[in-house]
């Protein structure tokens, strides 16, 4: 049967969100009032992994822009415009960003996730990004979402269409905790390790230099195949670290290279990538990413980073397992923030050279490296294999989300 069409506004409430106060900034202690930026808003969900907040001073100013659990939020500005997020129950009461609005109040025609899934479609961000570039501002505004049309079928249908494609994103959800806990036992395990070692007489100190038998600036390429650009790979970004640890290598940029470039720079299993340029203000660079065959595999094709990151290759004298989780603990505890350059136009660069030429990692005897990394190389490959799974669930749900949203499948 041919479904009904509805505007956004028949269905729901939209309410955009409130900027800050002038002369007032978020905070990453922990307050009773967490604020959502547009960057947490993506794929359905939002990422609430490094949270800010409000002092209760800026949130008595803008304390009526608040979001409840169900809520679906959309970016409506910048690079991100038309991403979607459903609000969890943790959430409820937060702030949201000026750069998003909220759709509440569904009618009692409108399942929440249904509504969800159908932003979720193919093609649907590029829509909206068209027709925000349609207006002098860039901006998707609240009176064009308004009249955006939506098939809507009976509310039953609708409830078990999002009940089929909840079961997918559950499963990922679940597995993306999992990771994180998986990645934050090992580095649990390697704190463990250090504090063992403070009273250890079989130490020893490498500069980071010695520890790596090979590293180089990554490369770009070219968008097209074309004359000495032949070469295809897959580019790691730092904008891309977070979504691969987790498993979500789809956003990936795939591109053509130089086949001297690719040569020297393609990526093998044991390989870090280490971000050494871009980060913003509250994002510093030097976030990094151990390449696991698994990870390889979900490729399918050469993988090399970006112009942006380094890629380092670990020697004898340390594990990759081990070497990684420094890296992690010299980026929590900001070890690797004392070499930032901040350039006028805000960009920040790093003292590479300088980092791996003047600090120096303490390493733990042959015998105790060898255990240590026996106990947190299969972490490691339950990770990938998380990550994995993710990447083929994700496969099965997008390749049933369109036709169960057209009715080509009967539910």
């Known amino acids: ?25 978020l905070i990453e202690v922990e307050t009773n009032h967490p604020y959502i930026r547009a960057r947490d808003i993506g794929n359905g969900i939002i990422d609430f992994s490094k949270p800010v907040y409000l002092q209760e001073n800026t949130f008595n100013f803008i304390s009526r822009y608040t979001v409840k659990a169900d809520d679906i939020v959309m970016t409506i500005v910048g690079a991100n415009i038309g991403d979607v997020g459903i609000i969890p129950k943790h959430l409820d009461g937060a702030n949201l960003t000026e750069n998003a609005v909220k759709l509440t109040s569904f009618n009692e025609n409108c399942h929440f996730k249904y509504l969800l899934y159908y932003f979720l479609l193919p093609g649907k961000k590029k829509q909206l990004e068209q027709v925000a570039a349609g207006s002098a501002q860039g901006k998707l505004g609240l009176y064009k979402i308004k009249d955006i049309e939506v098939p809507i079928p009976p509310l ?30 090992a580095q649990l395990h390697y704190k463990e390790l250090m504090q063992e070692m403070s009273y250890s007489k079989t130490k020893r100190e490498e500069y980071i230099k010695d520890c790596l038998a090979f590293y180089i600036g990554g490369g770009w ?3 097209d ?46 390989d870090i990538v280490f971000e050494v340029s871009g980060g913003s203000k509250g994002q510093p660079v030097g976030r990094s990413i151990l390449i696991t065959e698994k990870m390889l595999q979900q490729f399918g094709k050469p993988v090399m980073c970006a112009s942006f990151c380094k890629m ?21 505890n900001g070890v690797i923030a004392q070499y930032e350059k901040h350039s006028a136009s805000n960009i920040v660069n790093y003292g590479f050279e300088e980092f791996i030429g003047e600090q120096k990692i303490t390493i733990p005897k042959e015998s105790e490296l060898r255990a240590f990394t026996e106990k947190v190389k299969p972490i490691f490959t339950l990770i990938s294999t998380l990550g994995e799974q993710n990447t083929k669930l994700r496969e099965a749900r997008d390749i049933l989300l369109p036709r169960l949203m057209n009715g080509e499948i009967e539910v």
Request: proline share 6%; aromatic share 8%; with cysteine.
């Open 1 to 25: 049967m041919k479904w009904e069409r509805k505007t956004i506004n028949d269905l729901c409430e939209i309410k955009g969100g409130k900027r800050l106060p002038k002369n007032h900034e």
């Open 156 to 185: 039953p249908t609708q409830r078990r269409i999002a009940s089929i494609l909840s079961a997918y994103d559950d499963l990922i959800e679940n597995n993306i905790k999992r990771i994180k806990l998986l990645e934050e036992k």
């Open 221 to 223: 390429g070219e968008e």
């Open 225 to 270: 195949y074309k004359e000495g650009f032949t070469q295809p790979a897959f580019v790691i970004r730092g904008t891309d670290i977070p979504d691969a640890k987790k498993g979500e290598v789809k956003g990936v940029p795939f591109r053509y290279h130089k086949e001297s470039n690719l040569a020297s720079r393609s990526m093998q299993a044991g």
């Open 312 to 332: 380092l290759r670990p020697n004898e004298n340390v594990t990759p397992e081990f070497f990684y989780l420094y890296l992690l603990a010299s980026h929590e």
